[in-house]
């Protein structure tokens, strides 16, 4: 088969603004029975299936690169003839006030000559709701949450619709819980009402519920262009199936990886700081100090040397530059925010390439959106094949190039507190499994 060729009709094209949310997606489609393949990066990919994935890393990059990169996986997905394209973000719609969740939205509207999108951020299965277009998480609202201290995006708005109105052009309107409630046909109304009334185009959608997500996916099933978190895509399979689009799904199988296990933490969510506290209690953990490298100290060697002695003793281990807020602040305030990010960013990508490459690691977790993406290329890896999902933060994958290794990339703020260890346990063993058709999510 030439690579990139359809293995079948491509029913949902997904252009996603980082990989761990790509692959989040990617594992609830598997999960429902649908074929999924996921590329990362612009080029073409390997294989399509029913479902494909682009992730991209694209949330923090300057607006006119993140929309360009946009427009190229928009391409690749127009070219293998996609019905729909669902352009997929962080549940907490993380972004900065110049983009870039609105600008790339804009983008592809008009590439596909639409006037009208739905943005379903919510993530019912963790909390995360959208009410009066306000986001909370639990009882929190989404500026008063620990995401007001995220290094690369600090969300200080809870309020969605005025977010989204600073980052674009057109003009943003609400759905409210009440029209959601009513149904699919009232939603439709809904948005045409706003924009004939008032010139709307893009709109907030309240959601309570997990049954407002399957209410909001039926509704945009027929669109063009959907937006929102992997939530609200993984109640579409159900609506094909209804269609006739797609066939009774078969056995779910992905292959097991054994081999040295290991954990890499970027992030600085306080979830990633619990979670690799709790993997230290069994296994080797260090934290490297970020402000060394800036001496001229070669942090790379040290984490060489620590992961050699681990592995030679046959234990699985964790490394992380992830230090403490008062750290990070300090360090962020004399490099500044993306500079420290990237050096972050840096360091881990050349400590994955010398366990994968050089020390045989062959079963990896990490944590952090921007740092999964810039490890994962770094290795270069262009094409994984998705396991299914299993809960928020816990989604497997299996790259074959340049040799069969077993990947788990997590969002830094999900996921149990022994998710490291549990999750390098569980690559060892394949899955064979059959689809969830009817009851979502999995563990709700």
Not at 310 to 335: C, K, M, V, W
């Amino acid at each position: 088969m030439a690579a990139g060729e359809n293995t079948h009709p491509l029913l949902l094209g997904v252009i996603a603004d980082d990989l761990t949310g790509g692959l989040e997606l990617a594992s609830m489609l598997v999960a429902r029975g649908i074929p999924t393949s996921l590329s990362i990066g612009t080029n073409r990919p390997a294989k399509v299936e029913m479902a494909h994935i682009i992730a991209l890393k694209s949330r923090v990059i300057p607006v006119d690169q993140a929309v360009q990169s946009a427009m190229s996986a928009l391409d690749i997905l127009l070219d293998h003839g996609a019905r729909q394209i669902f352009f997929k973000y962080c549940a907490t719609f993380d972004s900065t006030p110049a983009g870039n969740i609105g600008p790339c939205a804009e983008a592809i509207m008009e590439r596909l000559g639409v006037d009208k999108a739905l943005f379903v951020p919510a993530l019912c299965e963790t909390r995360r709701t959208v009410f009066q277009g306000h986001m909370f998480g639990g009882a929190e609202l989404l500026g008063e949450s620990p995401k007001r201290f995220d290094p690369l995006t600090p969300m200080t708005d809870s309020n969605l619709a005025r977010v989204l109105q600073a980052q674009s052009r057109r003009s943003v309107g609400l759905v409210d819980y009440t029209v959601v409630d009513k149904g699919p046909e009232a939603i439709r109304a809904s948005l045409q009402d706003q924009a004939e009334r008032s010139g709307k185009s893009l709109f907030i959608a309240d959601t309570l519920y997990e049954h407002h997500l399957a209410t909001l996916a039926r509704a945009a099933a027929d669109m063009r262009l959907l937006t929102g978190n992997s939530s609200v895509a993984a109640h579409l399979p159900p609506v094909w199936l209804e269609q006739g689009l797609a066939s009774e799904p078969s056995t779910i199988r992905l292959a097991g990886v054994d081999g040295p296990g290991a954990v890499l933490v970027g992030s600085v969510a306080p979830q990633s700081a619990a979670q690799l506290t709790e993997f230290a209690r069994g296994n080797p953990a260090c934290t490297l100090d970020i402000a060394r490298a800036y001496t001229g100290y070669d942090l790379v060697a040290e984490a060489r040397q620590f992961a050699a002695a681990a592995i030679a003793d046959g234990r699985n281990f964790a490394i992380s530059t992830a230090l403490p807020q008062e750290r990070i602040d300090a360090l962020q305030a004399e490099h500044g925010r993306l500079e420290i990010a990237a050096r972050a960013e840096e360091i881990l990508s050349e400590i994955a390439k010398a366990i994968v490459l050089d020390l045989g690691v062959r079963r990896l977790v990490v944590a952090g959106g921007e740092t999964s993406g810039a490890i994962v290329r770094a290795l270069g890896i262009s094409d994984v094949q998705p396991g299914p999902y299993r809960e928020p933060g816990f989604s497997r994958a299996v790259a074959t190039q340049p040799f069969p290794i077993a990947l788990m990339l997590k969002s830094g703020k999900l996921g149990s507190l022994d998710l490291f260890a549990s999750a390098l346990d569980d690559m060892r063993r394949p899955i064979v499994e059959e689809p969830i058709l009817t009851r979502w999510p999995p563990k709700g």
